[in-house]
């Protein structure tokens, strides 16, 4: 008996470091987007099959929904989210912002300047992250939302950051408005992503002119979509390999 309750006391103090380490871990960018979406009953930071949750949501016929949120890294997810998709249906949120202000500040903190990037995010961008963990929304119980945002990213002028910041480091985003949602429930969906009047086969540099879009980005999409099953290589032009929709 004595052995079970201190097996028992070492879990709550393990549950209640996680729920700890999630929520000091959270940038103000990811709690920005979880007090955004939470709704009436849902529960937070709850600890389901020995992970910490951001959201539990409860819905008709007394099943819950799990959401998370990640702002960016999905290969650091993805283990989490496949044992959690077995047995809950699963909501993956993931912000993708397509208005950015930059907000420079010194190395203590002071304000300097802020000015609007000239970068603007698509849903397309998905796939800068989804090509680390393509087969995402194979799971049959897991749901991927696009959050469309307007933000600002601090950047602090330590001399720690890359060459193309001029050393200044990224220490934060911060959520302005969300303006759109885009939900993805399986991997047919991703077949949005194609344009219409595609013609079959197709290249990556095909695709990328119809887009309007950089080579090595289409590359990403092409990727994902072959890794995730609903388009395949049927065969090559030269170098280039030539894709088709599964099944056409």
Known sequence: MAKQEEQAGKERKGKNRTNRIGTENERSLHAAVKKWYAQPGDELEVYVDGYIVDLVRAHARGRQELIEIQTKNFSAIAQKLDALAKNHRVRLVYPLPVEKWIIRTTATGEFI??????KK????????ELIRAPDLLGRKNLVLEIL????????????KGSWRRKGASRKDRRLLEVIGRIELKNNKDLLGFLPEGLATPFSNKDL??????PVNL???LTYSLRKCGVIEVVGKNGNELLFAVCGK
Request: include cysteine; glycine fraction near 8%.
């Open 208 to 213: 990328a002119s119809l887009l309007g879009e």
């Open 218 to 220: 289409v590359r990403m």
């Open 148 to 159: 469309l945002t307007r933000e600002e990213e601090i950047w602090c002028e330590d001399g």
């Open 113 to 118: 300047r802020r000015r609007k990037s000239p």
């Open 121 to 128: 995010g698509k849903p397309i961008h998905l796939f800068t």
